[in-house]
């Protein structure tokens, strides 16, 4: 698999995110299902870090973020 | 303003110099209000908190390649690799461009100190949000950064901190 659909399953799958935007260094989401967001799974692919408040989940990729962005729209 | 310090060297270690992209007061990393960036998740560094009196110009901290510029962020690598990120401001991303200006464009290679965007702090602040800049190593440690200026006033291409590489 490649990054990008790696987070996108840990994220619980394309059926979870709402939205999901690219800041500079990272991956912000919006989850239908915070339960579904697999934070062990998320630092296998590559993530440095998750920060969750609720349903917004960010996950912190680094500067390659945009691209992972727009990899995971494609898959959704 | 204390004279500038030892800067002892090893052999066969860079020092590359890194530049405060905004004039203001320096803080540590630690206490920018993003959890992010407070817990280095994405590399070292300082931070710079603007003044508020007048629309500000961000500069290149180093001189090299601007491999990504957001309108709120951009990331400079140099010729060896080292990539130093700005984040002009805490959450403006939600901004979506709104208040920047971008001055140099995406792929141009730029000399350390060289304009790169010009923002509003006092703007972002009005809005909601701080303006504290983060200036971030990316993919390095703690321990390979320097003379690190976390605190006092600082012009805008003031030696901020060195990274060895």
């Known amino acids: 698999m490649s990054n990008a659909e790696q987070i996108l399953a840990a994220l619980g799958g394309a059926d979870n995110i709402i939205e999901i935007e690219p800041c500079i260094t990272r991956l912000r989401a919006e989850v239908e299902d915070p339960g579904l967001v697999d934070e062990p799974g998320l630092k296998a692919a590559g993530a440095h870090g998750v920060i969750r408040s609720g349903s917004a989940i960010q996950v912190v990729v680094g500067p390659e973020a945009d691209t992972i962005a727009s990899d995971i729209e494609d898959l959704m | ?165």
């Not at chain 2, 901004?95 to 060289?114: D, H, P, S, Y």
């Open chain 2, 1 to 165: 303003m204390s004279a500038t310090g030892e800067r002892p060297e090893g052999p066969a270690v860079t020092a590359l110099t890194v530049l405060a992209p905004v004039a203001g007061r320096a803080m540590p990393l630690a206490e920018v209000p993003d959890p992010v960036f407070s817990a280095a998740l994405v590399g070292p560094g300082v931070a710079v908190d603007p003044p508020r009196d007048k629309p500000a110009i961000a500069v290149s901290p180093v001189a090299g390649k601007i491999v990504k510029l957001h309108p709120h962020a951009y990331v400079v690598q140099t010729a060896d690799g080292a990539g130093v990120l700005v984040h002009l401001g805490i959450d403006t991303v939600q901004l979506a461009g709104e208040g920047f200006e971008l001055i140099a464009a995406e792929g141009a290679e730029v000399v350390a100190g060289e304009k790169i965007v010009g923002w509003d702090p006092a703007a972002v602040e009005a809005g909601g949000r701080s303006p504290v800049c983060p200036v971030v190593a990316l993919d390095t440690s703690a321990d390979a950064l320097s003379d690190l200026r976390d605190s006092g006033e600082l012009a805008a291409g003031d030696p901020l901190f060195t990274w060895s590489r």
